[in-house]
């Protein structure tokens, strides 16, 4: 602001006395505006400004100069009243506001104002999704999100919050798409993560309903996103219901690999050997035995068992 209070000084001091009576009275409602400004009543001085912009123009030629004072202040005005009303968390009227800026920085030819009110625009959408987001207002904070994307749309974190609000409404399909563009747009690590999350939900789930095939094929989607230590668990279960166990071992050992100190890593271990013992491979059976010979709780059956395959 106050470069823009110099600004209007020059301007004003340029105005010199030669103005005619109304040139004056164009100026002295300048002024009056300036100094509401100084005192932080943007809104009176946004309304001085445009009564001495009118007064301006009205003066023709001899208003030319403090017109165009009058349009490079207008807008910055705007803005700030703008920004305040975003630290005030009154979202809409901010939206509202920016567009109005918007469109009078574009009237005025103040590009750098129009660029700066541009992009607050969608931050501001974000920023009030993202409240509705933590609220677990879903369905409120997709349309936000998805206003926001439609301004802005190479925006990664956007589409990963809209990719979050769209799972929490059950859209799994649209939410999947979300992560996957936040992915293109410099989020990958944490959009597969949250893909990977979605099917890990429906293969627990499908597993607790005894949907053993399906259980599989979403354990693997979770896995084609990153390595996923419980998916894998939950598919070498399902495939052991279904009595698929060279399926089951590898993706008990695939577990064992990623979760080695887990609390049933023990208990994992024993079931691969025991699979093994099944399958007749005695090497790889005695070789998941000797893994837990010294547990507590199984110990004792491993070395019967390693006993046994002697």
């Known amino acids: 602001m106050k470069k823009i209070l110099l600004v209007l000084a020059a301007a004003l001091l340029s105005a010199g006395i030669s103005f005619a009576q109304d040139m004056t009275q164009a100026t002295e409602t300048a002024q009056k505006a300036n100094e509401l400004l100084s005192t932080g009543d943007?809104?009176?001085?946004?309304?001085?400004?445009?009564d001495a912009l009118n007064q301006a123009l009205a003066c023709g030629e001899d208003g030319a100069e403090l017109a165009g004072t009058c349009k490079g202040v207008i807008p910055n005005i705007m803005l700030s009243i703008a920004k305040d009303c975003i630290k005030a968390a009154d979202y809409d009227t901010a939206i509202e506001k920016l567009n109005e800026?918007?469109?009078?920085?574009?009237?005025?030819?103040?590009?750098?104002?129009?660029?700066?009110?541009?992009?607050?625009?969608?931050?501001?959408?974000?920023?009030?999704?993202?409240?509705?987001?933590?609220?677990?207002?879903?369905?409120?904070?997709?349309?936000?999100?998805?206003?926001?994307?439609?301004?802005?749309?190479?925006?990664?974190?956007?589409?990963?919050?809209?990719?979050?609000?769209?799972?929490?409404?059950?859209?799994?399909?649209?939410?999947?798409?979300?992560?996957?563009?936040?992915?293109?747009?410099?989020?990958?690590?944490?959009?597969?993560?949250q893909i990977s999350n979605?099917?890990?939900?429906?293969?627990?789930?499908?597993?607790?309903?005894?949907?053993?095939?399906?259980?599989?094929?979403?354990?693997?989607?979770?896995?084609?996103?990153?390595?996923?230590?419980?998916?894998?668990?939950?598919?070498?279960?399902?495939?052991?219901q279904m009595g698929k166990d060279k399926d089951a071992i590898a993706n008990f050992e695939k577990y064992l690999e990623l979760a080695p100190t887990a609390k049933n890593a023990p208990a994992i271990t024993f079931t691969v050997a025991a699979l093994y013992q099944k399958a007749g491979n005695k090497a790889k059976a005695a070789e998941f035995y000797k893994k837990v010979v010294s547990d507590p709780q199984l110990g004792a059956q491993a070395k019967q068992q390693l006993d046994a395959l002697k």
């Open 101 to 193: 800026v918007v469109a009078k920085a574009k009237e005025f030819g103040a590009d750098e104002v129009a660029e700066e009110a541009t992009k607050l625009v969608p931050q501001t959408l974000v920023t009030k999704a993202n409240g509705l987001l933590k609220d677990k207002d879903f369905a409120g904070a997709v349309t936000l999100y998805q206003q926001a994307l439609e301004l802005d749309p190479t925006n990664g974190n956007t589409a990963l919050r809209l990719g979050q609000a769209l799972a929490g409404i059950g859209k799994v399909d649209e939410a999947v798409a979300a992560f996957e563009k936040a992915a293109e747009n410099g989020q990958e690590a944490l959009a597969k993560k």
């Open 198 to 240: 979605i099917y890990l939900k429906q293969a627990a789930s499908a597993l607790k309903a005894k949907k053993y095939a399906d259980a599989v094929a979403a354990a693997d989607k979770a896995n084609e996103y990153g390595d996923n230590a419980q998916a894998s668990l939950i598919a070498g279960q399902a495939s052991q």
């Open 42 to 50: 943007k809104a009176a001085a946004l309304a001085g400004f445009q």
